[in-house]
């Protein structure tokens, strides 16, 4: 399985980003499915996760910014990020809860004024 993720960028505080993240298998929907993301120095954490039957669950830095969601028929995963704070500035993943398949390249998220 290869796990691809895009849709980072620079972007104001207060900002919007769309992150997706793309299964070569048809793993979607057969998984919980997270997105993780690493701070510069820090270690990888979980940011938000939806279960295969749409439950969602985020950390509480994120609640009521960030949204995710999954496309089974694309085997795809997305997360809407709305308000974008500095500290959101991080490498973003995503994987399927539990053990991880091989970590993409994540995709880069800049909040920066």
């Known amino acids: 399985v290869q796990l691809v993720e895009s849709g980072g960028g620079l972007v104001q505080p207060g900002g919007s980003l769309r992150l997706s993240c793309a299964a070569s298998?048809?793993?979607?929907?057969?998984?919980?499915m997270g997105w993780y993301r690493q701070g510069p120095g820090k270690q990888r954490d979980l940011v938000a996760r939806?279960?295969?039957?749409?439950?969602?669950y985020y950390v509480d830095s994120v609640k009521g910014r960030f949204t995710i969601s999954r496309d089974n028929a694309k085997n795809t995963v997305y997360l809407q990020m709305n308000s974008l704070k500095l500290e959101d500035t991080a490498v973003y993943y995503c994987?399927?809860?539990?053990?991880?398949?091989?970590w993409g390249q994540g995709t880069q998220v800049t909040v920066s004024s």
């Open positions: 994987n399927r809860g539990g053990p991880p398949y091989p």
């Open positions: 298998g048809s793993i979607i929907s057969m998984y919980v």
């Open positions: 939806i279960g295969t039957g749409g439950t969602t």
